[in-house]
């Protein structure tokens, strides 16, 4: 069974203090690793797809990479807007487009 | 270019009612996915429509059905509420022809089963 597994949980950092996220995935043939951000009362917002071991990507303060069993989310110099839920998902290579999310990291930015 | 828009954004039921959640895609996707968001939690995949079909179900029983129609709006069924039905409800389109685009949801709507 497909499975992602997020942490920590919960993130509090000061502005400017760099940190990661990791999310940890198994899955029967990886088609494509996503993250997405979701504000309280909103629905979670694209930020990268990774396809593949080595890749990177990068949006403003933000990066994200994938190895064979884990993908990092590197977060450089954030800002208090940078708070919110980090979701991670997995599409497996075979099947509907299904996405299989982690239970997310809850950031949170202080000034 | 219009997003994914959901409605209601907030809905009170009573256990055993039925309900109806609506979704339009955004502009140009055929292809509508529904989520379960309980509280602290993560998605979890409910069913996927492409084309007016069924392609694809999660683990939820068949008291939660769907609806796909020509214009690609959708509509989520819950019959027989439960009160661990209670949950964000996310619609989410995609690209069509690129089964690897990323899905684009909507807000969502909120459920309370009482």
């Known amino acids: 069974e497909d499975q992602v597994t997020q942490s920590p949980e919960a993130l509090r950092l000061q502005e400017g203090e760099s940190s990661s996220l990791n999310c940890s995935y198994t899955?029967?043939?990886?088609?494509?690793l996503f993250w997405y951000r979701q504000d309280p009362g909103k629905g979670p917002e694209f930020l990268f797809t990774?396809?593949?071991a080595g890749e990177e990507k990068e949006k403003e303060r933000l990066k994200a990479t994938l190895t064979k069993k884990e993908s990092f989310l590197h977060i450089t110099a954030p800002k208090p807007e940078d708070s919110a839920t980090y979701l991670c998902?997995?599409?497996?290579?075979?099947?509907?487009?299904?996405?299989?999310f982690g239970q997310g990291t809850r950031l949170t930015i202080n000034p | 270019e219009t997003g994914v828009t959901q409605s209601p954004t907030h809905l009170i039921k009573t256990r055993g009612q039925q309900v109806t959640l609506r979704c339009s895609s955004q502009?140009?996707?055929?292809?509508v996915s529904w989520y379960q968001q309980a509280l602290g939690q993560g998605p979890q995949f409910i069913f996927q429509?492409?084309?007016?079909?069924?392609?694809g179900r999660g683990n939820f029983p068949p008291r939660f059905s769907g609806l796909q129609f020509p214009n690609y709006s959708s509509e989520l069924n819950v019959n027989a509420l439960e009160l661990d039905d209670s949950a964000l409800y996310l619609c989410?389109?995609?690209?069509?022809?690129?089964?690897?685009?990323?899905?684009?949801f909507g807000n969502g709507t909120r459920l309370t089963v009482t």
């Open positions: 990774l396809y593949s």
């Open positions: 998902a997995v599409q497996a290579a075979q099947g509907a487009q299904k996405l299989v």
């Open positions: 899955v029967s043939g990886l088609r494509g």
């Open positions: 429509y492409y084309r007016e079909e069924e392609n």
């Open positions: 502009s140009g996707h055929n292809t």
């Open positions: 989410a389109s995609s690209l069509p022809g690129q089964r690897d685009s990323p899905l684009h």
